[in-house]
């Protein structure tokens, strides 16, 4: 690019520079939760880079210009918050280094930008991003870097030469999709839905908000538009076959999009890479690469198996598969009613969401084991970071029959319960059905699935500490 090109397209995409506030359309947005612990973050900074990831369509770029905003707020000084688009094919063979440093001298800063607040956005677009937001952490040490990626990062040693060093450590941010609680709280149906005590007045409309929500809150965009319907199935068609394009670098795309679509519409489900590959006619190691992919792009999630005393198996051949937004179903075959059968398992595919931004996320399992002729199974259990004993068990009992007929719904999670003695009480997940019981020997929570998405995601709306059990 020509030097005044350059500039032009700097002050473009830096409007605070001139104008000492964002873009009007972003302030206007819906603020997420996420923005000042976010902040919090980015100004921890001391050469480490931060690195804000999470699914397409989850607004992280806009999460970036509402804490650009709310820093200007605070008085920091517009010039010290530099915004790069990397996505811009006209910086497609610029050195990065190079670059911010251009970035600063239109700014207005000092050579080296000293104390700036650097956001480089789809980082992802840079080959071996990892690395080279590793290269400029340590070349401009004065600057707070952070990077927004659609991708994790990783770093894979076969790429690079023997002994090469991994790039980091970085310090990451995860934005989810839409939290049931932010849904709420945004479109202002909280206030209709509990009293001044906060205490819950109507489960009924609380459950029919979270259907709402599961067929169409989990993209801002769609959620939180004023004014102009938004049309959730080009959302996310836009994800598979646009996003997912741009994101892979794989060779048919086709066939990602194929089996995105299909574990969509399954969501939910145990599975394993023999039934994917016999049913698609994709090739194993093929369908494994996929599924990474799919993973670091925060598309889905697998949550592996323990057997019936807790131990993870060495070689895991099934897994369950669940979207990291319930709302992307919608966007391929419809919306769901209460009472239709796959609202069960979309009920359960929220409670996963709910947890993605939280470490627990990757401590999340199921069980499955056998007894005899018999199949036994818990829809989910927290393991802890090191060890074989469970913190808890949770069960998804949509149809209501747990607190009526305990031993018969929840029977396999008793037994499991009872082999495993986890250290936190386990809770059953129904529709409307509340209170504690003792089964046997164990006190089981039973809460309506809405009442505990809402909890969840309560904590970071009050700015509750982090640890507080759900």
Not at 254 to 271: F, H, S
Not at 328 to 343: F, H, S, T, W, Y
Not at 373 to 382: N, T, W, Y
Request: proline share 5%.
């Amino acid at each position: 690019m020509l030097d005044i090109e350059l500039r032009n397209r700097l002050l473009l995409d830096n409007p605070w520079w001139t104008t000492g506030a964002v873009e009007a359309a972003v302030q206007r947005l819906a603020r997420r939760a996420f923005v000042n612990p976010f902040i919090e973050r980015v100004r921890a900074g001391g050469g480490v880079a931060a690195v804000l990831t999470g699914p397409g369509r989850a607004g992280k770029s806009v999460l970036v210009k509402q804490a650009i905003s709310r820093m200007i707020d605070a008085k920091v000084d517009p010039k010290f918050l530099v915004y790069v688009r990397l996505d811009n094919p006209a910086f497609a063979n610029q050195d990065l280094v190079e670059l911010l440093d251009q970035a600063f001298e239109v700014s207005g800063l000092a050579k080296g930008g000293s104390g700036a607040y650097v956001f480089l956005d789809d980082m992802h677009n840079v080959p071996d991003w990892e690395q080279r937001l590793d290269d400029v952490a340590r070349a401009r040490p004065g600057c707070r870097i952070t990077a927004v990626s659609g991708l994790t990062p990783a770093f894979d040693p076969s790429l690079h030469p023997e002994g090469a060093k991994a790039p980091g450590p970085f310090s990451q941010t995860i934005l989810p999709p839409v939290l049931f609680a932010e849904y709420l709280h945004i479109l202002r149906i909280r206030e209709k839905l509990f009293d001044a005590d906060g205490r819950l007045a109507n489960l009924d409309a609380l459950n029919a908000a979270f259907v709402n929500y599961v067929n169409s809150g989990g993209f801002p965009e769609v959620a939180f538009t004023v004014g102009r319907e938004v049309n959730l199935g080009d959302v996310v068609s836009h994800i598979i076959h646009r996003d997912l394009a741009g994101l892979c670098g794989i060779a048919d795309q086709r066939e990602v999009a194929k089996l995105m679509t299909r574990l969509a519409l399954e969501t939910g489900l145990e599975t394993s890479i023999e039934n994917l590959s016999a049913d698609m006619n994709v090739a194993k190691n093929t369908l494994r690469k996929y599924l990474e992919f799919l993973e670091s792009a925060y598309l889905i999630k697998r949550i592996w198996r323990v057997d019936g005393e807790s131990k993870r198996f060495q070689r895991q051949t099934r897994f369950k598969v669940y979207l990291t937004s319930p709302a992307m179903r919608a966007g391929l075959a419809g919306p769901v009613a209460i009472n239709d059968e796959a609202m069960a398992r979309l009920a359960e595919t929220a409670v996963i969401s709910q947890f993605m931004h939280s470490p627990t996320f990757q401590r999340l399992f199921y069980a499955f084991w056998k007894k005899g002729r018999k199949h036994m199974s818990v829809s989910l259990v927290e393991m802890p970071a090191t060890g074989d004993t469970p913190v808890k068990c949770i069960e998804l009992d949509w149809s209501n029959r747990a607190i009526a007929r305990p031993r018969e719904v929840l029977g396999d999670m008793m037994e499991f319960l009872d082999a495993n003695k986890p250290s936190t009480p386990s809770k059953a997940l129904t529709r409307n059905m509340s209170g504690k019981r003792f089964i046997g020997n164990h006190e089981i929570g039973f809460m309506p699935v809405a009442v505990w998405c809402y909890a969840v995601g309560q904590v970071l709306l009050t700015g509750s500490i982090a640890t507080k059990k759900a």
